[in-house]
T-cell receptor, first 113, second 110 residues
Framework: EAGVVQSPRYKIIEKKQPVAFWCNPI?????LYWYLQNLGQGPELLIR????????DSQLPKDRFSAERLKGVDSTLKIQPAELGDSAVYLC???????????FGQGTRLTVV | GENVEQHPSTLSVQEGDSAVIKCTYS??????FPWYKQELGKGPQLIID?????GEKKDQRIAVTLNKTAKHFSLHITETQPEDSAVYFC?????????FGSGTKLNVKP
């Protein structure tokens, strides 16, 4: 069974440019998470979806970050415009339903220069 | 929100020795405490978890203990092997939203 797939693996952009990350969860998983992981730190939740509904986006910086999960499957996280402080690893995770184990993808490492 | 603190930040042990990582949490309403292992260039992987109605849980060489009164929980790895070398994260909260500690880099020397 394929795991959570994220792309791209690495992305380097100049500040003020837009960037997007894509996530394909494990087939059949209804719950999808986006996390931000700064260097040397634990992941921090940005947003959680149940199917296509964002049920917790309280920690998503909405002035520059946006996310969508069309048809309750794949998801895209966007930053516009990117700032130097956005350099981090962006992790996607999915779980079958609420209250079950979350499986993480390998992440996208973003470098803003 | 919840605040999870983790110690030590780095831990070096000899192969075959035991390793212990400790975490504390602040929110007494937290009821779910997973532990993740993250290898270089990979996403975190759940290795064991414990819920607040249980004091201890074991899975082969790995065990977790939870002290709700003191609000701390620990990961114990026995008979460590070089492949146990990785960064370990504790987390606490509820099943849908938990907060990670800052991680412990474990180095098992052969």
């Amino acid at each position: 069974e394929a795991g959570v797939v994220q792309s791209p693996r690495y992305k380097i952009i100049e500040k003020k440019q837009p960037v997007a990350f894509w996530c394909n969860p494990i087939s059949g998983h209804n719950t999808l998470y986006w996390y931000l992981q700064n260097l040397g730190q634990g992941p921090e939740l940005l947003i959680r979806y149940e199917n296509e509904e964002a049920v917790d986006d309280s920690q998503l910086p909405k002035d520059r970050f946006s996310a969508e999960r069309l048809k309750g499957v794949d998801s895209t996280l966007k930053i516009q415009p990117a700032e130097l402080g956005d350099s981090a690893v962006y992790l996607c995770a999915s779980s079958l339903v609420r209250n079950t184990e979350a499986f993480f993808g390998q992440g996208t490492r973003l470098t803003v220069v | 929100g919840e605040n999870v603190e983790q110690h030590p930040s780095t831990l070096s042990v000899q192969e075959g020795d035991s390793a212990v990582i400790k975490c504390t949490y602040s929110d007494s309403a937290s009821n779910y405490f997973p532990w993740y292992k993250q290898e270089l260039g990979k996403g975190p992987q759940l290795i064991i978890d414990i819920r607040s109605n249980v004091g201890e849980k074991k899975d082969q060489r790995i065990a977790v203990t939870l002290n709700k009164t003191a609000k701390h929980f620990s990961l114990h790895i026995t008979e460590t092997q070089p492949e146990d070398s990785a960064v370990y994260f504790c987390a606490g909260g509820n099943f849908n939203k938990f907060y990670f500690g800052s991680g412990t880099k474990l180095n098992v020397k052969p």
